[in-house]
């Protein structure tokens, strides 16, 4: 690098700290607006998220009870051995309709994390929420009776 360029790059840097040196924002913060409506938005829109998280999390559950009682019956099996079924390692060791429904499970529960709006990461996000943060499973359990009641 030139010299030249270099002394301007530093004569700009020295610009901008003295320029943020004379700005003073109590407890060096950006001041927020205070609006009303901005809390009521934030509000419906978490819970529209929690909703959609709650729809989408009980059709997961459905396939994957369908599909399981589905592969039982195909199998002729009362009960899957309890094995991790997702392991790499294992896969190529199942029965090939076993691990037909173990490939497109993740594929099919992502279709229906779409089909809600959400994103992939946004969802595994709330799941593991969901895991450890009980006041939030609880609301995902309040909006999943909702539903249950609408739909009987």
């Known amino acids: 690098m030139k010299d030249g360029v270099l002394k301007e790059k530093v004569m700009e840097q020295a610009y901008l700290y003295r320029l943020s040196s004379t ?4 407890d060096n ?27 989408s ?16 019956k195909a199998i002729s099996l009362p009960k899957l051995p309890s094995i991790d079924l997702q392991d ?16 497109a499970f993740p594929l099919q529960a ?12 946004e969802f595994n996000e709330m799941l593991e929420r969901s895991k ?6 609880k609301k995902v359990q309040k909006e999943m009776e909702e539903k249950q009641n609408k739909d009987t």
């Open 88 to 103: 790499p390692s294992i896969l190529p060791l199942l029965h090939p309709k076993v691990r037909a429904v173990c490939e």
């Open 110 to 121: 992502e279709e229906i994390v779409k089909n809600y709006g959400l994103q992939s990461d």
């Open 57 to 72: 999390i009980t059709e997961v559950e459905n396939l994957r009870q369908d599909q399981l009682q589905k592969l039982l």
């Open 29 to 55: 913060r950006i001041p927020i607006l205070n609006d009303p409506q901005a809390a009521q938005l934030l509000s419906s829109y978490k819970r529209r998220q929690v909703q959609l998280f709650a729809k």
């Open 23 to 26: 700005i003073t924002l109590p």
């Open 132 to 137: 450890t943060d009980k006041a939030f499973r």
